[in-house]
């Protein structure tokens, strides 16, 4: 088993930054690819961005490329997810993810965390 523990959501204006990590424990945080997905009021949850084990390879949804960055440090057992110019369309619950292999799809993974609220005003 692998817990997941997101943090570092809050409310940021249009524009502003915003954090958020996930800390992993169980088992080795460095067996698994890792991912961000977020789901808002009404939607469905979709994917945000993936890394893998290694970090030597990233994938980002197109509605973040060039605005999110991903990142792990396994040392620390933990994931980020460091996200810039953040637009009201951002407003989500973002939830991490721990799969076999990175992916896009939520299907692909294999635990989740239990979320944390990012709000973006206009």
């Known amino acids: 088993q692998v817990q997941l523990v997101e943090s570092g959501g809050g409310l940021v204006q249009a524009g502003g930054s915003l954090r958020v990590s996930c800390v992993a424990s169980?088992?080795?945080?460095?067996?698994?690819?890792m991912g961000w997905f977020r789901q808002a009021p009404g939607k469905e949850r979709e994917f945000v961005a993936a890394?893998?084990?290694?970090?030597?390879?990233?994938y980002y949804a197109d509605s973040v490329k060039g605005r999110f960055t991903i990142s792990r440090d396994n040392a620390k057992n933990t994931m980020y997810l460091q996200m810039d110019s953040l637009k009201p369309e951002d407003t989500a619950v973002y939830y991490c993810?721990?799969?076999?292999?990175?992916?896009?799809?939520?299907?692909?993974?294999?635990?989740w965390g239990q979320g944390t609220q990012v709000t973006v005003s206009s």
């Open positions: 993810s721990a799969g076999r292999s990175i992916s896009s799809s939520y299907l692909d993974q294999d635990y």
């Open positions: 890394i893998a084990w290694s970090s030597r390879s990233a």
């Open positions: 169980g088992r080795t945080f460095s067996n698994y690819a």
